[in-house]
């Protein structure tokens, strides 16, 4: 886990970060992070009268040196005491999406963490805005989650995307001493199979055929070509399993697995390379962010998006 130099932590001021404190502490010991940056935002109270804000002062968010204490405190709370990475504090005031993406390009992070609730949450919220923007993957903890992992899960519909989330989730496994990864392809059987005349199971059965022959391709890399042979991708001794399930919707397929193998870390490419692709890795990423019950790690290369984030910087 390599990759992790630089961890991100969007904080609440209240015990709800928990969960997120929890798992940036063990990620940043399964990747021997070197700094991990503890970020809140506190929202403009130019809005909101002076008279309000003393008859509600709960309305008031800590911020400067009162903000900073009370973010050490529950660092120090939830941290592994052992740690050997590097920890800062920021706190901000205006926009959360802005001041976090403003620090995660200013500090070359990672790895964005942030909790996320329980419950079902509406399109737009701010982790889906964050995964969309941030020139990073994304790591969003449930509120009350354990810090640990066990279970992965990697859906694939085999694009490139799909491929980082499986080198992701690889890395993860290896580190955290993990044998096994389920890997899950959604296929579905087109309106017009009836024109080949073809029933619907001897078609599902072609898209299942075809479903394998693709995740065999998909196990291979050409970073490691050697003339014209592709060697197999190295994943480190560990066994991937693979799960084909005739669903039209990816989003349930996922939820159905989740739920059956006792799933606690899902991966998921951000972003498909292709309209094909943006089916499963657009708006079924979005639909697992908002309704997911366990930790989601939406992987992005680094630096994806760092021209938009630039210019809206300049607005």
Same mark, same amino acid.
């Given at each position: 886990?390599?990759?992790?130099? *630089?961890?991100? @932590? &969007?904080?609440?001021?209240?015990?709800?970060?928990?969960?997120?404190?929890? %798992? &940036?502490?063990?990620?940043? /010991?399964?990747?021997?992070?070197?700094?991990?940056?503890?970020?809140?935002?506190?929202? =403009?109270?130019?809005?909101?009268?002076?008279?309000?804000?003393?008859?509600?002062?709960?309305?008031?968010?800590?911020?400067?040196?009162?903000?900073? +204490?009370?973010?050490?405190?529950?660092?120090?709370?939830?941290?592994?005491?052992?740690?050997?990475?590097?920890?800062?504090?920021?706190?901000?005031?205006?926009?959360?999406?802005?001041?976090?993406?403003?620090?995660?390009?200013?500090?070359?992070?990672?790895?964005?963490?942030?909790?996320?609730?329980?419950?079902?949450?509406?399109?737009?919220?701010?982790?889906? +805005?964050?995964?969309?923007?941030?020139?990073?993957?994304?790591?969003?903890?449930?509120?009350?989650?354990?810090? =640990?992992?066990?279970?992965?899960?990697?859906? $694939?519909?085999? =694009?490139?995307?799909?491929?980082?989330?499986?080198?992701?989730? @690889?890395? %993860?496994?290896? &580190? +955290?001493?993990?044998?096994?990864? *389920?890997?899950?392809?959604? %296929?579905?059987?087109?309106?017009?199979? %009836?024109?080949?005349?073809? =029933?619907?199971? /001897?078609?599902?059965?072609?898209?299942?055929?075809?479903? #394998?022959?693709?995740?065999?391709?998909?196990? /291979?890399?050409?970073?490691?070509?050697?003339?014209?042979?592709?060697?197999?991708?190295?994943?480190?001794?560990?066994?991937? $399993?693979?799960?084909?399930?005739?669903?039209?919707?990816?989003?349930?397929?996922?939820?159905?697995?989740?739920?059956?193998?006792?799933?606690?870390?899902?991966?998921?490419?951000?972003?498909?390379?292709?309209?094909?692709?943006? @089916?499963?890795?657009?708006?079924? $990423? #979005?639909?697992?962010?908002?309704?997911?019950? @366990?930790?989601?790690?939406?992987?992005? +290369?680094?630096?994806?998006?760092?021209?938009?984030?630039?210019?809206?910087?300049?607005?």
């Amino acid at each position: 886990m390599y990759r992790y130099k *630089h961890l991100l @932590v &969007a904080l609440s001021l209240n015990d709800q970060g928990e969960s997120s404190i929890r %798992y &940036a502490g063990l990620i940043s /010991q399964l990747a021997k992070s070197e700094k991990v940056t503890f970020v809140h935002v506190v929202s =403009s109270l130019g809005d909101i009268p002076k008279e309000l804000q003393s008859e509600f002062p709960d309305i008031v968010q800590p911020s400067g040196e009162r903000g900073k +204490k009370r973010m050490e405190e529950l660092v120090t709370k939830y941290f592994p005491s052992d740690h050997k990475t590097t920890i800062d504090y920021k706190i901000l005031e205006g926009s959360p999406l802005i001041e976090v993406l403003r620090i995660a390009k200013e500090n070359d992070t990672d790895l964005v963490i942030m909790s996320k609730r329980v419950e079902p949450t509406d399109a737009g919220s701010l982790p889906e +805005k964050m995964i969309r923007r941030v020139p990073c993957s994304v790591l969003l903890v449930p509120e009350g989650y354990k810090a =640990s992992f066990s279970n992965i899960l990697v859906p $694939t519909d085999f =694009s490139e995307n799909s491929t980082d989330a499986m080198d992701v989730a @690889v890395a %993860y496994a290896s &580190a +955290k001493g993990i044998d096994e990864i *389920h890997c899950l392809h959604a %296929y579905n059987v087109p309106i017009g199979y %009836y024109k080949t005349g073809k =029933s619907f199971e /001897q078609f599902a059965e072609i898209m299942k055929g075809h479903a #394998e022959k693709n995740y065999k391709n998909f196990l /291979q890399t050409e970073v490691c070509q050697i003339g014209s042979v592709c060697q197999i991708k190295d994943l480190k001794g560990i066994t991937v $399993t693979p799960i084909f399930m005739l669903e039209k919707k990816p989003a349930k397929a996922i939820e159905e697995v989740i739920k059956d193998h006792d799933i606690d870390l899902l991966i998921i490419g951000a972003r498909g390379r292709h309209a094909g692709a943006g @089916v499963l890795l657009g708006s079924v $990423t #979005e639909h697992q962010i908002r309704t997911t019950t @366990v930790p989601i790690l939406a992987v992005k +290369k680094k630096g994806t998006g760092m021209n938009l984030l630039d210019a809206i910087f300049k607005l």
